[in-house]
């Protein structure tokens, strides 16, 4: 088709939420490595009053029409946070964003990208970065490389022609994100044993697990190490405490004490490991739908879930300890603990790690002296306007 033939016009009722949140299911259903994310996750995710992300953020979605019928879709965002980053570390001033990015073909990509470049640059933003779905912290960035396997919860999966279609649009690599895959089963290579074996010997370190009964204490301690270590990385936005309140309750069925450590050092916390069973496992047959039965399914699932994966979507040390070798020790007897429990608990055989930035030498370092591999790459791409 036609771009001239293309009509690309702002969401404005319910039908138009039900037709931008369906076009996914439809372009992708056919992809076997794809898994339908639940409809209900995906309307609470842009719907602001369930999002705690638009607490500090705008966004316009919009919807690609093409004969009457609804051939793509995106959204244009203003995250005010990352307005007040420093340019050095991504975002800033100027920086507007993209995503939930979606196209029949080629021309339908032209028309949605154009049409939230319009929109940001009407809002006076000078750059634009892509995709983002909808904050950093969510869905970042387009699959490059890893689409001969399913992604794990809460990674995002894309057909390989959109990274073609995008960079045709002038978008250029702002920066390459990262997951690492290793076999769990086999223990870690030597050195990493005997580190995680001295650290044990080590008085002041404690490793513990985290106290589901006092689940929002937990949760702001995490916070509160997570917006310390991550705070000079590349696109760091803070989390604030609504879009905590309501991960937490988007996660919190997905959370077992075994497998979220927080580390402390003479009794102060200072690093933290996150990981979650694959949801996607129980999910991909469901298709995005919990009706009929597919609520039992997952309801019993989570009651005692068996998983092949494991992910660990986030882990931090404090940044006063993060040139040390006690910032790798802590990381490596979280990663050895949860490694144990995941193996005799739950079934596990894998472990994914990530996004990791191409360019952080730390986490890097640890993924490679745990004899992971590169699994998946994601890009982030930038444009001005």
Same mark, same amino acid.
């Given at each position: 088709?036609?771009?001239?033939?293309?009509?690309?016009?702002?969401?404005?009722?319910?039908?138009?939420?039900?037709?931008? /949140?369906?076009?996914?299911?439809?372009?992708?259903?056919?992809?076997?490595?794809?898994?339908?994310?639940?409809?209900?996750?995906?309307?609470?995710?842009?719907?602001?009053?369930?999002?705690?992300?638009?607490?500090?953020? !705008?966004?316009?979605?919009?919807?690609?029409?093409?004969?009457?019928?609804?051939?793509?879709? /995106?959204?244009?965002?203003? $995250?005010?946070?990352?307005?007040?980053?420093?340019?050095?570390?991504?975002?800033?001033?100027?920086?507007?964003?993209?995503?939930?990015?979606?196209?029949?073909?080629?021309?339908?990509?032209?028309?949605?990208?154009?049409?939230?470049?319009?929109?940001?640059?009407?809002?006076?933003?000078?750059?634009?970065?892509?995709?983002?779905?909808?904050? /950093?912290? !969510?869905?970042?960035?387009?699959?490059?490389?890893?689409?001969?396997?399913?992604?794990?919860?809460?990674?995002?999966?894309?057909?390989?022609?959109?990274?073609?279609?995008?960079?045709?649009?002038?978008?250029?690599?702002?920066?390459?994100?990262?997951?690492?895959?290793?076999? /769990?089963?086999?223990?870690?290579?030597?050195?990493?044993?005997?580190?995680?074996?001295?650290?044990?010997?080590?008085?002041?370190?404690?490793?513990?697990?985290?106290?589901?009964?006092?689940?929002? !204490?937990?949760?702001?301690?995490?916070?509160?190490?997570?917006?310390?270590?991550?705070?000079?990385?590349?696109?760091?936005?803070?989390?604030?405490?609504?879009?905590?309140?309501?991960?937490?309750?988007?996660?919190?069925?997905?959370?077992?004490? $075994?497998?979220?450590?927080?580390?402390?050092?003479?009794?102060?916390?200072?690093?933290?490991?996150?990981?979650?069973? $694959?949801?996607?496992?129980?999910?991909?047959?469901?298709?995005?739908?919990?009706?009929?039965?597919?609520?039992?399914?997952?309801?019993?699932?989570?009651?005692?879930?068996?998983?092949?994966?494991?992910?660990?979507?986030?882990?931090?040390?404090?940044?006063?300890?993060?040139?040390?070798?006690?910032?790798?020790?802590?990381?490596?007897?979280?990663?050895?603990?949860?490694?144990?429990?995941?193996?005799?608990?739950?079934?596990?055989?894998?472990?994914?790690?990530?996004?990791?930035?191409?360019?952080?030498?730390?986490?890097?370092?640890?993924?490679?002296?745990?004899?992971?591999?590169?699994?998946?790459?994601?890009?982030?791409?930038?444009?001005?306007?």
């Amino acid at each position: 088709m036609a771009t001239a033939d293309i009509t690309v016009r702002p969401v404005s009722n319910k039908a138009d939420t039900k037709a931008f /949140i369906e076009l996914a299911y439809r372009l992708n259903g056919s992809d076997p490595n794809w898994v339908a994310p639940l409809r209900e996750e995906v309307a609470a995710t842009i719907n602001p009053k369930k999002n705690g992300w638009f607490s500090h953020a !705008e966004a316009q979605l919009f919807l690609a029409e093409h004969g009457g019928k609804v051939v793509g879709r /995106i959204s244009a965002h203003i $995250d005010r946070l990352a307005l007040e980053m420093p340019p050095e570390q991504g975002f800033g001033p100027g920086t507007g964003f993209w995503g939930l990015f979606e196209a029949e073909d080629e021309a339908v990509a032209v028309a949605v990208i154009a049409r939230a470049e319009q929109w940001l640059r009407d809002k006076g933003l000078t750059r634009a970065i892509g995709p983002v779905s909808l904050s /950093i912290w !969510e869905e970042p960035g387009l699959l490059v490389k890893g689409h001969d396997h399913p992604p794990t919860v809460l990674m995002g999966h894309h057909p390989a022609r959109y990274q073609a279609w995008i960079e045709a649009q002038g978008y250029s690599e702002a920066k390459k994100l990262l997951t690492y895959e290793l076999d /769990i089963t086999n223990g870690f290579p030597p050195i990493v044993q005997r580190i995680v074996a001295n650290g044990e010997k080590n008085p002041r370190i404690r490793i513990r697990k985290v106290n589901k009964s006092k689940f929002a !204490e937990e949760a702001a301690i995490i916070l509160a190490i997570l917006n310390d270590a991550w705070s000079d990385n590349w696109g760091f936005v803070p989390l604030t405490q609504p879009e905590i309140d309501d991960v937490g309750k988007k996660l919190k069925p997905l959370v077992f004490e $075994d497998l979220i450590r927080i580390a402390e050092l003479d009794g102060e916390p200072v690093a933290f490991m996150v990981t979650l069973p $694959d949801l996607n496992e129980p999910l991909k047959p469901l298709k995005g739908s919990l009706l009929p039965f597919g609520w039992a399914k997952l309801l019993l699932w989570l009651r005692k879930p068996k998983a092949k994966t494991m992910r660990v979507p986030l882990m931090g040390v404090v940044k006063r300890l993060q040139a040390s070798r006690m910032a790798s020790q802590l990381a490596f007897m979280m990663i050895e603990y949860i490694r144990r429990s995941a193996i005799a608990d739950y079934g596990a055989m894998r472990g994914e790690i990530g996004w990791i930035l191409e360019d952080n030498q730390g986490m890097v370092a640890i993924a490679d002296a745990i004899e992971s591999r590169v699994n998946r790459e994601y890009l982030i791409y930038q444009k001005a306007l």
